[in-house]
């Protein structure tokens, strides 16, 4: 087995750092670093690089050409990564990506011109995630009283090539009724309340997993506009990012459902 010897700057945090001297003579008091554990009578020396839970954290950390040598371990994929003053490298990778649980709502359709039809919800979610036992639950929001819900079944595959895989529920006409206000719950497989997602307005839930929770109102509604809501139209969350609060909410005249929605990048 190969032995490597780096030279490495250690992360502080995503706002400062600080140099870190191995076997040098004369290093900087702010850079001393000493590693070691006296456990069960042992004597033991290592050393823990710098956690960031996505590469998307990691590229945030935005390090310069002068930083070459840093050092970082990416939780989701499992890697050491170093920068080499361009670009991230794998130096090691665990062999076991660590489990991806982040789960949202990524896209929904409840109304358009005529008949409301093709209604449905769409979550996203690392992928190698078992959903099997969550749940989309519909709230009423004149009552704030549960009206119906649904369980997904199955794991979430590499959809995106990021990492991220889709579910969709669909519904019959008006199987999703259609606002002022009404809401949707994404559930856990324990019961636990994900998001609780409301449009054309807020309510408070009244009982079901949500009970006596405040909505979260998307921001935008569907209507009966034969130009903004035909057939086929959603409403959708477009930006970049990794967890559901990095992007932002978008009326769209044609669904994505099941794959990747128009303007989004998931990394």
Not at 17 to 31: C, E, F, K, W
Not at 135 to 152: K, L, M, Q, T, W
Not at 171 to 178: A, I, T
Not at 226 to 231: F, G, I, Q, S, Y
């Amino acid at each position: 087995m190969k032995k490597i010897l780096f030279l490495f700057t250690v992360l502080i945090s995503l706002f400062s750092h600080s140099q870190v001297g191995i076997g040098t003579t004369t290093p900087s008091d702010a850079a001393m670093l000493e590693v070691s554990s006296q456990v069960n009578g042992g004597d033991f020396k290592g050393f823990m690089p710098p956690r960031v839970s996505t590469d998307t954290d990691r590229d945030a950390i935005n390090p310069q050409a002068t930083d070459a040598g840093l050092l970082v371990f990416v939780i989701s994929t499992g890697c050491l990564n170093i920068w080499n003053g361009s670009s991230w490298e794998d130096i090691h990778c665990t062999g076991t990506t660590i489990m991806n649980t982040n789960v949202w709502i990524n896209e929904f359709h409840y109304d358009n011109v005529g008949e409301d039809v093709g209604e449905f919800i769409e979550v996203v979610g690392g992928a190698g995630l078992d959903i099997t036992g969550y749940s989309i639950v519909r709230y009423n929001g004149n009552n704030g009283a549960e009206y119906g819900s649904d369980v997904f079944s199955g794991i979430l595959n590499n959809d995106t090539g990021t990492g991220f895989g889709f579910a969709t529920i669909s519904y019959p006409s008006n199987g999703l009724q259609n606002g002022t206000p009404d809401g949707i719950a994404l559930v856990d497989d324990g019961g636990n309340v994900i998001q609780f997602l409301s449009y054309e307005g807020t309510f408070t839930a009244t009982d079901g997993p949500a009970n006596g929770l405040m909505s979260t109102d998307v921001g935008i509604i569907q209507t009966q506009s034969a130009t903004l809501d035909p057939v086929g139209a959603s409403l959708q969350l477009s930006g970049t990012g990794s967890q559901a609060s990095d992007f932002t909410w978008s009326r769209t005249q044609v669904n994505t459902s099941g794959s990747i929605n128009t303007g989004q990048t998931i990394n």
